[in-house]
């Protein structure tokens, strides 16, 4: 019986169907394709590939070993250079380096998920348009002191504001001040106070944290002026920009220093955090915790709680105090939202 010819479309469709699977398929390197083992840092992470930097300041896209879970943009890692590119890959990370430290954000379907590693200071960016939230800048700090990551706020597009305006503005912000926050107010489109935020990103690894719209890609076109990072407008309707960051990315900066910059957050969430970890969090409240009367004291109504008495004898500002509360509301609520989702997967 002979054998059945295949149409020149049939071939061609083969043809293409093969080569669409090789080109999609997840290769992995043989020992004897790969160098020396050495060090890099991760200065961009993409979806399933990063780019690591050497000490000479080369960069080379990298596969990631499958035992490897989560590789992010500060990592200092192990890789190995390929003997030839395939697929535009040019090696292998291998291992992650202890780290430091690591900002993590909770994520519905993910658990905890990493953002950035090996930080020396988060830079919480707010605005005051459409207004200036405390309550948002309450969220990051807890995130800062849980991670135990020093913190700067900055109060950006300060030109938008008349003096009456900016006024207010300053005494919102001496509320951090004297818990021993810096804060810094600027313009990244006049330019106001830029040399003092070149002068402390100098310090080491910074990370630009803050929801969308309140202009961290516009500070890293001051900053960065060849990057020319995408910048989006505030919606009109809702206040809240647009995303303009797809991909984590670490930039050196010309006066010393590295910037990450991360994807925008509009909505910050505490679930992954236990209520303890939360008030731990406002280091106002160190120095009376222990010493309410009843010890699963909630600081809200319960009797002769210390927090609630320091509120009302000025030692601790109540409109911290009040956020203290929303934020462990909100964290329940989160918790609940998320409980029903996973029970819908």
Known sequence: MSKRRLTQNQQRRIHSNHHKKISKADFEWQDEMLGEVQQGVVVTRHAKHADVETASGEIFRCNLRRTLKNVVVGDLVSWRLGSEQLQGISGVIEAIHPRQNELTRPDYYDGIKVMAANIDQIIIVSAVIPQLSLNIIDRYLVIC????????????????????????????????????????????????????????LAQGTSIFVGQSGVGKSSLINQLLPE???????????????????????????????????????????????????????????????????????????????????????????????????????????????????????
């Open 227 to 345: 990057v020319n990072a995408l910048t989006g407008a505030v919606s009109d309707t809702s206040g809240l920009g647009q995303h303009t960051t797809t991909a984590s990315r670490l930039y050196h900066l010309p006066q010393g220093g590295n910037l990450i910059d991360s994807p925008g957050i509009r909505e910050f969430g505490l679930w992954h955090l236990e209520p303890e970890q939360i008030t731990l969090g406002y280091r106002e409240f160190a120095d009376f915790l222990g010493t309410c009367k009843f010890r699963d004291c909630k600081h809200k109504d319960d009797p002769q709680c210390a927090i609630r008495e320091a509120v009302e004898a000025g030692k601790i500002d109540p409109t911290r105090f009040e956020n203290y509360h929303r934020l462990i509301e909100s964290r329940q609520e989160s918790k609940s939202q998320r409980h029903f989702r996973t029970l819908d997967i």
């Open 145 to 200: 002191e849980t991670a135990n990551i020093p913190a700067l706020i900055v109060l950006n597009k300060i030109d938008l504001l008349n003096q009456a305006e900016r006024a207010e503005v300053e005494k919102q912000l001496e509320i951090y001040r004297k818990i021993g926050y810096q804060t810094l107010c600027l313009s990244a489109d006049t330019g106001e106070n830029m040399d003092a935020l070149h002068r402390y």
